[in-house]
């Protein structure tokens, strides 16, 4: 198939949004479909050469922080231009609310239509209010899909309507292999190497997320680590994401405190080695996850998982079968289940197999053939792809 | 200087103007939503035939015992020959049997090992799964054109002419869960 796709924000800046256009674009392009991406970007940007740019950015307030957005006569043109260069089979819009690109894809564009939603928040006056504004660019769109179950509320309040779930994919291949940060024992990421199987240099435990949100779940950890470290005078705890560690770990007995490093924010580079450099990966979180990225990201790199028994984390971890669980909010039985592990390297090889079996269902390849299935669902009629609209239709 | 009547006359002609141009807008967009309705029911439409047409072909295959084989086949030929107010029901049935026969335990295994079995669970897979995104995309554009419908405009003016209310197609379409 001909994709178009359209990515509302900058190319060059790192978002959520971004990424996940990206992704889709490459594992598209992986199962043999013709896909072209417009963005904002300067025409001298450096882009991969499936990237089209629609003109430099303009940062401006948008919904309660700075987006970069482009708008404008040169951006619509351009738009219209790649619409009726691309002779697409569909048109998949990211964000179609934001004032961007793809509202100015709506109106330029007739035909098949997707549009994913990916922005969660509370009721907003901003969208509210545009929501006449935007009327005849959503009813163009002929399948809605949003990323997430709190996305998809979000659309229903503001916007009226209803859309298909598909859920973001994880990249695993980019997690698979990786060295260990220096100084760190680490797996070597490989399953069938010894290093899974014996501990070196007393092993060590790995968390990662904001330290400072309570439901992360880190102080349940850091209270499991005052029992089982006193009882593994070598073990160490690995941290890593934003917040202020300092006043977590100030809560943690001072002789404890020497085996414990904050990395705080890490580059993406180092995430992947943080997850292959710990002997057991925890995720204690409290509730509010609605998937688990993290969680996923750690599957994907192989790390013996033991998780906080919610709901999302079960269904993830097949019932514990590609990971362990323990009772939310347990440090005791956190610490028990972590020592379990530690002393059981059987256990951990097979846990790390399951995991990389498990997180398959989440790769991107598998996402994107859901998302396949929705452009063939609103193509019917093949031949009859994407067209440019006549100019005040 | 106009004569007063000529300005009343330019200004009558003048709001008859924008209004006809107002009515013409709002009656190409019942026109644009109904073509969007009618597109999404035919994609529904070819989903749910093409749905039933697998489960036939893998009653019909070999790879299963007679009896799932059995009650495949019933269901998919209930749902190809459902009148138009059975249909919703038949659909449904179809979707229960399939879950029922899918989600047996080892079935993906056993079938997946003989030859075309994966192609086929595959297929199967992704027939289900677009019947869900095809009803969901029918049922928004249809609750847009009834929202759209119900403005007082539209039930003075004959605006819609005469295509008829599309109906919301409400039907279990729950695909059997995944193995993965």
Known sequence: MRVGLVCPYTWDVPGGVQQHVRDL???????????????????DAPLPSYVVPAGRAVPVPYNGSVARLAFG?????????????????????????????????????????VATFHASYEKSRAVTVAAPILQSAMEKITGRIAVSEAARTTLVEHLGGDAVLIPNGVATDRYAMAEPLPGWPGRSGRTDDTALTHLRGGGALGFLGRMDEPRKGLQVLLKAFEIIGR??????????????????CAKVSPELRGRIVALGLVSDEDKVRAYHSVDVFVAPNLGGESFGIVLAEAMSAGAPILASDIEA???????????ALFPVGDAAALAAAAGELLDDPARRKQLSAEARTAVRAYDWSTVARAVVRVYETVAVDRGAGVVESRPLG | ????????????????????????????????????????????DAALVRRAAIALELAASRLLDPATSLLLAAAAHEARTADADGREFAESDLSRALRAVVEQPDFRDNVAQREDGANLLDELESAA????????????????????RRKLLVRLLPLAGNATLPEFFEIDDDPPASSR
């Open chain 2, 1 to 44: 200087m106009m004569p007063d009547w000529l300005f009343d006359i330019l200004l009558v002609a003048g709001v008859l103007f924008v209004v006809g141009m107002y009515i013409s807008w709002r009656a190409s967009r019942l026109d644009r939503l109904h073509a969007r309705v009618d597109t999404a029911r035919a994609a529904l």
């Open chain 1, 73 to 113: 006569f040169l951006s619509a043109s351009r738009v219209r231009r790649w619409i009726r260069d691309g002779k697409f089979d569909v048109l998949h819009v990211h964000e179609p609310a934001a004032p961007s690109l793809g509202v100015l894809a709506c109106w330029a564009a007739d035909g098949p239509i």
């Open chain 1, 231 to 248: 009882q593994r005078p070598e073990l160490r705890l690995l941290l890593a994401g934003p917040g202020d560690a300092d006043e977590m």
């Open chain 1, 313 to 323: 984390f079960r269904r993830v971890l097949q019932d514990g079968r590609a990971g």
């Open chain 1, 25 to 43: 674009a490459e594992a598209l392009i992986a199962s043999g479909h013709h896909v072209s991406v417009i963005t904002p970007a300067d025409d």
């Open chain 2, 129 to 148: 799964q677009k019947v869900a995104f095809a009803r969901r995309f029918y049922n928004d554009a249809t609750a847009t054109i009834r929202t759209a």
